[in-house]
């Protein structure tokens, strides 16, 4: 059966908000302005753990242009948080973490704000800290020794330092080992790693004369955002708006509330508008990194390397406040299956508390982390086997129908296609062409996440649609790729799509610019919202043209019956005298497979929807004598399913892998006794365009039943590989194991000389 041919879906089309950002005119939140506004900035703790013995903000308030100074005494006491409600807009008696906010100021301008926030006294009695998660474990400090009275998801399992425990277990795997021909033990660390986004997170926050506040962020998730302002301003939140101007960049890193609170709370207290915008010391000692974490991880195999059985565990450090701790902490476990039959598993995920940054949720959270651990040991199992690592992946990937971690059953299941295509663009065969040079490979999965998308679209008299959706744009052209959707059912032009701003008060609902799903959820969404229209377009024309609705069809902007037609444009006039316009609401959410219970304990997502299947191929050289890596060649095929725009899904595997090397070989937000020694962007070493080789991206299309014509989720998954594809590549080319991110050239050189001992 020959695919469907489409007209716009699936073509190399500009992006709809291009022109805006390569004029300059398109208006970040950063850029966002209201007359009279103040500036506020927030004082934060230097301390790792202490309590607060003096906090006096007179000096600050009797200070020229100082229009409002705020602690946690002169606001509503709530806590808030994602998966544990153990967060609060201040620190209460004690700080937990250097970076915890403590007051914050209002003023005329930036410079009086700063100047005004170094006037604030405060006095502290340091408290004993923990800064590694295995010694929070066991540590008689507790980060929150209240921790008890908070509330949490009902299936939030926790205790002391540990913020979650989740598990994932099936088959005898006590038996499985005792069995083995062969087992494995190693251990794996990867640091904080910051989303690098270039806007730092902002927010202006105004108050009406019927006290509703309004509040414009580069939020990723608005309504989220909405409902923890609600909570912690004490109103309901219908009288809570927040407008989305344009987003540079978010990686997850903006999921969850920033700023926009203190924005709304010096806003209320001063009468005024009030902007608030992080610095990147801020960024980088109080955003929202990639956790930390200690990965365990034992796997039994047979004669041949066919896995019989895996243990392990994962400690996540959510720092101070649990945030997305508990979710990556568990969702780190399917990673560490990985796309493989494993007959047995017992495999823990444990998020615990330290002393540090509260880490959020960068793009595929736990996928990097966990994949270095699983994709590094396929590659030294191998090699102790004699088996190239090619043929051990190929020998162990699911198939169609094969059953998922949690008893799920793997549909449109890509694997094998991706690593024999990634294998065969490397070169594979020939996996170290000379000295110093190897080649590397790994593979993994991801899922399309769920939750609920809404759109409102309406037809204009001039034949055009105006698209309505409450996910923004974070730079990923996911909204594009939905109005190609929407023009591709409408049968209009993509130009003919116009997209509103983002606006609680005005959008439908959407889960969010979050887990890949944008494109998947919003275009289905639109799916559904062209049906409706098209339903109201042939009722209308039947009456025009005197033919029966079944007998119609849409092509080339009109609707065509029996030789007859008449405009979309013209339709679209008529219905707006006749009957209030042709509008549609269109709804989609993306259900989750059904699993077996009894496989997961205290997991929030056990059954992945809609899951993805990609390898990453690498050649690179490591010189001995200093140990600087020079990536040659990086090739990644990934599933997407179905391209709805290949130029910026290519774009998405692109930036996808330069983060993910970025984290392989120089990124770490690097704390000494609880302080971090890297706060700016010198120090805190991105990779630049001089670092990043090009990238070949092949895109698989196995088609699946719930995305939009077959599509999956495509924008979490290329930052998962790089770091287990370049350390094996190191291995390939040096004989050296590294277990630790990121491999900077010290730590290979080091390696490297212990080697030769």
Known sequence: ?????????????????????????????????????????????????????????????????????????????????????????????????????????????????????????????????????????????????????????????????????????????????????????????????????????????????????TVWSNTQLPFDTQNTLAEILDLPAARVRVAVPGIGGGFGGKLRIGVEHFAALLARRTARPVKVMTTSEDELTSAYPRQATVVNLNTAVDGDGRLLARSGRILVDCGAFAGSGPGTAAISLQILVGPYKTPAIDLEGIAVYTNKVPAGSFRAPAGPMANFAVESQMDIIADDLGIDPLELRLRNIVKDGDLGPAGEVHRSVSIEECLRKVADAIGWKNRRPEPGRGKGIACSWWMTTGGSSGVYVKLNPDGTATLISGAVEIGSAAITGAAQILAEELALDLNDISVAGVDTQTAPFDYGAQGSRTAFSVGNACIAAAKDLRRQMFELAGKHLGLPVESMTLRDKRVVAGGKSISIAELARLSRLSGGGLIAHGTAINPAPAYDPSRAENHPLPAWNTPSYHAHAVDLSVDAPTGNVTIHQYVVAQDVGFAINPTYIEGQIEGGVTQGIGQALSEEIVYREGTVMNPNLTDYKMPTTQDVPDIDCILVECASAAGPYGAKGVGEPPCIQPPATIANAIASATGVRMTSLPMTAEKIVGALRRELR
């Open 1 to 213: 059966m020959n695919a469907p041919t489409h007209r716009v879906a699936g073509r190399r089309l500009p992006r709809l908000d291009g022109i805006g950002k390569v004029t300059g005119k398109h208006v970040y939140a950063a850029d966002f302005a209201l007359p009279g506004m103040l500036y506020g900035k927030v004082l934060r703790s230097r301390r790792p753990h202490a309590l607060i013995t003096k906090l006096d903000t007179s000096r600050a308030a009797a200070m020229a242009g100082v229009r409002g100074v705020i602690a946690a005494a002169d606001i509503p006491a709530v806590r808030f948080g994602q998966a544990v409600r153990d967060t609060s807009v201040f620190a209460l008696d004690r700080v937990l973490f250097a970076g915890h906010p403590i007051a914050a100021v209002a003023a005329t301008s930036l410079e009086i704000a700063e100047r005004a926030i170094e006037a604030i006294e405060v006095e502290f009695d340091d408290l004993p800290a923990v800064f590694d998660p295995e010694a929070a474990l066991g540590s008689n400090i507790l980060i929150h020794p209240g921790w008890e009275d908070y509330k949490a998801l009902p299936v939030i399992a926790r205790s002391g330092n540990i913020s979650a425990h989740s598990r994932m277990r099936s088959g005898d795997v006590e038996a499985a080992f005792a069995s083995a021909y062969r087992v494995y033990e190693h251990r794996f660390t990867t640091p904080l790693v910051h989303p690098g986004y270039t806007e730092p997170r902002t927010a202006v926050a105004d108050w009406d004369a019927n006290g509703n506040v």
